[in-house]
């Protein structure tokens, strides 16, 4: 255990408002507990304009604080979406005008699906690259005229502001906060607790599948490629491949070609390449301590097997995602 980089509590704000959308509290508030677990000293809150909300059929949520009135220090304030039906009209303008005032003591503003639409109203967005659901879309821009709206991708930094296309995404999202807040090591750790092995960087497709080779429902090589995934740093060979497989190394190659479409050695350099792309946007590294990280021993690997299976090269890639 270990506290934050300054040494200070992290204070997390989450706000509560009916109608929320289960998956878009639950799955950030996950990654957070889990990184409770590793860091000492963060602090959750949560409030809004009730006491109490229903949530899932009979169950319902209590102990919701009041919202604050003076506007106070946050290093992350949440707002989970909302589903439309549950909304009650008469609390939406109070936490619009809340969140306009507490905004300024936040460093950092995360929406999740529908939250974004609140965020728009109270002028948060105005100049600003955001996302939200894909089905919101054309909604956000028509609260927020001024902002810069993007349906191409699952979540979106610009500035103080994180905002995700909803539901899964919320966990992305909060992951991606935590490696900037926290470091890739602890957040790579909570993934691996929720067995996410690999998390979406926010450049994706909302609807493009991420797990690519996965639709399929062979056990032994889902088991294969979560070894893969969780061990990307070894050297592994067709043989280990199969030793995990527990089937011949003719048998796998050709099995693995008919569930995936590639080779698993081909699977494990995109793998490696996924990995090197996040670090690139995520973290200062070198390409040489990335190609280390994910296994492809040094630079002159990676840029081998970038220009293989991916357009233009690492630099180019680290140089768009700093524009």
């Given at each position: 255990?270990?506290?934050?980089p300054?040494?200070?509590p992290?204070?997390?704000?989450?706000l509560?408002?009916?109608?929320?959308?289960?998956?878009?509290?639950v799955?950030?508030?996950?990654?957070?507990?889990?990184?409770?677990?590793?860091?000492?000293?963060?602090?959750?809150?949560?409030f809004?304009?009730?006491?109490?909300?229903?949530?899932?059929?009979?169950?319902?949520l209590?102990?919701?604080?009041?919202?604050?009135?003076?506007v106070?220090?946050?290093?992350?304030?949440?707002?989970?979406?909302?589903?439309?039906?549950?909304?009650?009209?008469?609390?939406q303008?109070v936490?619009?005008?809340?969140?306009?005032?507490?905004?300024?003591g936040?460093?950092?503003l995360?929406?999740?699906?529908s939250?974004?639409?609140?965020?728009?109203?109270?002028?948060?967005l105005?100049?600003?690259?955001?996302?939200?659901?894909?089905?919101l879309?054309?909604?956000?821009?028509?609260?927020?005229?001024?902002?810069?709206?993007?349906?191409?991708?699952?979540f979106?930094?610009?500035g103080p502001?994180?905002?995700?296309?909803g539901?899964?995404?919320?966990?992305?999202?909060?992951l991606?906060?935590?490696?900037?807040?926290?470091?890739?090591?602890?957040a790579?750790?909570?993934?691996r607790?929720?067995?996410?092995?690999?998390?979406?960087?926010?450049?994706?497709?909302?609807?493009?599948?991420?797990?690519?080779?996965?639709?399929?429902?062979?056990?032994?090589?889902?088991r294969?490629?979560d070894?893969?995934?969780?061990?990307?740093?070894?050297?592994?060979?067709?043989?280990?491949?199969a030793?995990?497989?527990?089937?011949?190394?003719?048998?796998?190659?050709?099995r693995?070609?008919?569930?995936?479409?590639?080779?698993?050695?081909d699977?494990?350099?995109r793998l490696r390449?996924q990995?090197?792309?996040?670090?690139?946007?995520?973290t200062?590294?070198?390409?040489?301590?990335?190609?280390?990280?994910?296994?492809?021993?040094?630079?002159?690997?990676?840029?081998?097997?970038w220009?293989?299976?991916?357009?233009?090269s690492?630099?180019?890639?680290?140089?768009?995602?700093?524009?």
């Amino acid at each position: 255990m270990h506290g934050s980089p300054e040494g200070r509590p992290i204070r997390v704000g989450v706000l509560m408002l009916p109608g929320q959308v289960p998956l878009d509290l639950v799955g950030p508030l996950q990654v957070l507990h889990g990184a409770q677990r590793h860091c000492e000293g963060i602090s959750i809150r949560y409030f809004g304009p009730c006491a109490s909300l229903d949530w899932l059929g009979p169950l319902s949520l209590s102990g919701i604080e009041p919202l604050p009135v003076r506007v106070e220090s946050w290093d992350l304030l949440l707002v989970p979406g909302q589903y439309r039906r549950g909304i009650v009209p008469a609390f939406q303008p109070v936490c619009v005008d809340w969140l306009r005032r507490q905004a300024t003591g936040a460093d950092t503003l995360m929406a999740v699906c529908s939250g974004a639409l609140l965020l728009g109203e109270a002028g948060l967005l105005d100049g600003r690259r955001c996302t939200t659901h894909h089905t919101l879309l054309d909604r956000l821009r028509g609260v927020a005229p001024g902002a810069q709206v993007q349906g191409d991708c699952i979540f979106i930094e610009d500035g103080p502001v994180l905002t995700s296309a909803g539901i899964s995404t919320g966990v992305d999202t909060m992951l991606h906060w935590v490696t900037r807040r926290l470091g890739h090591r602890l957040a790579l750790g909570v993934a691996r607790e929720m067995v996410l092995y690999l998390r979406r960087s926010g450049q994706e497709p909302q609807l493009a599948g991420w797990l690519e080779g996965r639709n399929h429902v062979d056990e032994r090589m889902h088991r294969l490629q979560d070894a893969l995934c969780e061990r990307l740093r070894e050297r592994w060979t067709l043989e280990d491949m199969a030793e995990v497989a527990v089937m011949s190394e003719r048998h796998l190659r050709r099995r693995f070609v008919e569930v995936a479409g590639m080779s698993p050695l081909d699977y494990l350099a995109r793998l490696r390449l996924q990995l090197a792309r996040q670090l690139i946007e995520e973290t200062p590294w070198s390409l040489a301590r990335i190609a280390e990280e994910v296994g492809l021993g040094g630079d002159r690997q990676l840029r081998r097997a970038w220009k293989r299976y991916a357009s233009g090269s690492p630099g180019e890639w680290r140089r768009s995602r700093a524009d």
